[in-house]
């Protein structure tokens, strides 16, 4: 069969639907300049579709409005459902001028092409690629790696994936993503909360894990440009994301589970893929269960800021290196050929000459620092 996975794509998006009124704003071909019409005609070629005209197939297209249409032409009466209406139809068609049922073709699968559709439905999740696996990928996956499966091949695919780079880097921000995306797959689509809740907890366990370990640098987006430790940007990092609030909030209010006991599930969950710093880690799930329920998270965030400023955090010496490195060798140098030359003036003086002012806030500091372009200095 000499069909591509852009070809398959276009199955999906154009079956069931009348000739004329292809799907052509799909994103994934439109950003790739398939050529849905000629895909069709391949996929008729292939014998995967038929252009259907058949008054049992084209009617079911019509909405109520038009079968009442033909109905009346028949002298027929138009009460009850669409399928009464249609039944009526096919019953009388001797009673029903031609023209009145010239319909429009229907793109309609064969038996192969109903076979093709079924095992090929993994092609719709993975045409958007947001989850580090692109719609080819997949493709090549499901045909040459996973093979011929009763299985779940949108959970197969992942699987794949996540094995493939678990086996070379186990640590590795691309696998926070695959497991999000298989964890969200199961919560949206299978309705299998326990599957959703491991794949979850593998990537927010990865989220932190991956946060702690960059902390080894002094180049760690934990410091500040001041070699300080930035207890605000951690706390980032151990807020839930998007939906999968959801998944806990499963465990919390409906299920209603204890702290340890959704600790407990967590620990299991991770330590089948990974050594658990179990105390900080009790802390971390204290605190998100805190956040959640929306009660006062501090005790449970200053027991995790007191346990990475005791065991994470580098040596001091380490970071004010770093200061250093940046405070006098970078900005020294960069400014060594300025005298520094000022002038006093005063807001009101500023509101009255209508200078333009910039200002930029440390969000972490609350800092503010003005700045006033040349131009707009030439007005004081």
Not at 40 to 66: F, G, H, M, W, Y
Not at 113 to 127: A, Q, R, S
Not at 229 to 251: D, G, T, V
């Amino acid at each position: 069969m000499n069909l591509n996975v852009q070809d398959l794509l276009v199955l999906h998006e154009n079956v069931n639907r009348n000739v004329g009124d292809e799907r052509l704003n799909n994103f994934y071909l439109s950003k790739n300049n398939v050529d849905i019409l000629s895909s069709l005609s391949k996929l008729i070629e292939e014998q995967i579709l038929i252009k259907d005209n058949s008054l049992e197939v084209t009617l079911n297209k019509l909405i109520i409005k038009d079968l009442k249409t033909i109905l009346k032409n028949g002298e027929l009466t138009v009460g009850g459902t669409k399928k009464d209406l249609i039944e009526r139809i096919l019953n009388n068609i001797e009673r029903i001028d031609d023209e009145y049922l010239e319909l429009t073709p229907v793109y309609t699968p064969t038996a192969m092409g109903e076979k093709l559709l079924e095992e090929t439905k993994y092609v719709v999740h993975f045409e958007w690629g947001y989850n580090n696996i692109s719609l080819p990928q997949a493709h090549e996956i499901a045909t040459n790696q996973i093979g011929d499966t009763h299985l779940d091949k949108v959970v197969e695919i992942y699987k794949f994936e996540i094995n493939r780079i678990y086996k070379s880097t186990p640590i590795d921000n691309k696998l926070i993503t695959l497991y999000r995306g298989l964890s969200e797959y199961f919560k949206r689509y299978k309705n299998d909360n326990d599957s959703a809740r491991m794949y979850y907890n593998l990537a927010y366990y990865l989220q932190i894990k991956i946060t702690l370990e960059n902390m080894e640098s002094p180049m760690s987006s934990a410091y500040d440009v001041y070699g300080k430790f930035s207890e605000e940007r951690f706390k980032s990092n151990l807020e839930p994301i998007h939906f999968r609030e959801a998944i806990y909030e499963q465990l919390i209010f409906i299920e209603g589970l204890s702290n340890e006991h959704i600790y407990d599930l967590f620990t299991q969950d991770v330590s089948h893929y990974y050594d658990l710093d179990k105390k900080i880690f009790k802390y971390v799930i204290d605190y998100l269960i805190a956040y959640l329920k929306k009660e006062d998270d501090k005790e449970a965030f200053s027991k995790i800021i007191d346990l990475i400023k005791s065991e994470y955090l580098i040596p001091k010496k380490e970071r004010d290196a770093f200061k250093y490195y940046l405070d006098e060798d970078y900005y020294r140098e960069e400014n060594a050929h300025r005298n520094r030359q000022t002038i006093k003036t005063n807001i009101n003086k500023l509101i009255k000459e209508d200078v333009n002012i910039e200002v930029e806030i440390d969000i972490d500091t609350g800092e503010i620092v003005w700045y006033i372009e040349e131009d707009e200095l030439k007005k004081l």
